[in-house]
């Protein structure tokens, strides 16, 4: 047993030290980000300010074009250079069969994009429909107090 506890605390201690890690190194750009975030994704290089080619699934049936769909924060967008690393919250790669919820666009693989603005709203959102919810609990158990008196 205490064999298993002195194994489980390295391994924390070694997790804690890769997400600390992970915080601390600086991108240069989003492209950075994605370039080693899924195996099989490969990242073109491409000057500042430019999207570089970027694939994920191969060269597609979509007009032989390589290109994925992008999704920043739920809202299709056609460029994401100008997107900052420090203002990314996470970055998940589709390329799989789930891609094909979003149709012939999403044939060549998806990236969603989250920054931390939209996160921290979204944070917020689940918040107030949480107070929200608890606020009408407390309302009808008010009324069936008041109608069982």
Partial sequence: MKRIITI????????LTCSQLQAQTKYS???EMIRGKVPGVTVGQAG????????IRGIG??????????????LQTENIASIRPEDVDSIDIIKDGTSAIYGMQGANGVIMITTKSAARQAA???????????AKKAARKAARKDKSE
């Fill in 124 to 134: 917020a959102q689940a918040e107030a429909a949480k107070a929200a919810r608890a």
């Fill in 48 to 55: 500042p300010g430019q999207m570089p080619n970027i694939v």
């Fill in 29 to 31: 750009d989003i492209f």
């Fill in 8 to 15: 489980s605390v390295a391994l924390l201690a070694a997790a």
């Fill in 61 to 74: 049936t979509n007009s032989g074009q390589t290109q994925p769909l992008f999704i920043v924060d739920g």
